[in-house]
Nanobody
């Protein structure tokens, strides 16, 4: 399994971005997660989505971020709205034992 993440960039506070993570290869695992790692901090879970579509969010992003998936395209998304400077980090997608390469999100104040 390989994961290709994209969609990061530079945005002003209050703006939006949508991250994408496309999976190639077969897997029996259905759960996907988005994580992030800010400079000098540990990697943390941002959101995940289960096989049945149940979602889970970090308290810091609830109401602002939405995780979703397109099973036909083997792709999971993270819609990020009302971005804050503290959301600045490298964002990684995860599926089973695979990690995407990371995509940098920078939010300017």
């Amino acid at each position: 399994v390989q994961l290709q993440a994209s969609g990061g960039g530079l945005v002003q506070a209050g703006g939006s971005l949508r991250l994408s993570c496309k999976r190639t290869g077969r897997t029996l695992t259905f759960k996907y997660g988005w994580y992030r790692q800010a400079p000098g901090k540990q990697r943390e879970l941002v959101a995940d989505i289960s096989r049945l579509g149940a979602t889970n969010y970090a308290d810091s992003v609830k109401g602002r971020f939405t995780i979703s998936r397109d099973t036909a395209r083997n792709t999971v998304y993270l819609q990020m709205n009302a971005l804050k400077p503290e959301d600045t980090a490298v964002y990684y997608c995860n599926h089973a034992d695979a990690w995407g390469q990371g995509t940098l999100v920078t939010v300017s104040s």
